[in-house]
């Protein structure tokens, strides 16, 4: 079992930034590719940002390409995502994910889910 747990969303002007964290506890973190995925209202969840399980590769969505950042520390269990320029298009709850075979754009390949944190972005 892995428990991840999101924090850092909030209401933020457009243009602004915002660092979203995932904690994580339970098995072996290194052994997970990380994501973000988000769901805006009546959307279907979609990829936003993976990493690999060392970190040395980062796959970005093309709508948030330039703009965000995914980082993780495994000595802490932690992995964020950093996003800057922010867009109302942004808005939508941001959930974590693990995923043991690091299939990343799926997210039916992910194992784990956190229960997710709101961003909100104004115009």
């Known amino acids: 079992q892995v428990q991840l747990v999101e924090s850092g969303g909030g209401l933020v002007q457009a243009g602004g930034s915002l660092r979203l964290s995932c904690a994580a506890s339970?098995?072996?973190?290194?052994?997970?590719?990380m994501g973000w995925f988000r769901q805006a209202p009546g959307k279907e969840r979609e990829f936003v940002t993976a990493?690999?399980?060392?970190?040395?590769?980062?796959y970005y969505a093309d709508s948030v390409k330039g703009r965000f950042t995914i980082s993780r520390d495994n000595a802490k269990n932690m992995v964020y995502l950093q996003m800057n320029s922010l867009k109302p298009e942004d808005t939508a709850v941001y959930y974590c994910g693990a995923s043991y075979i690091g299939n990343y754009y799926y997210g039916s390949s992910y194992d784990y889910w956190g229960q997710g944190t709101q961003v909100t972005v104004s115009s």
């Open positions: 990493i690999s399980q060392g970190g040395g590769r980062t």
């Open positions: 339970g098995h072996t973190f290194s052994n997970y590719a």
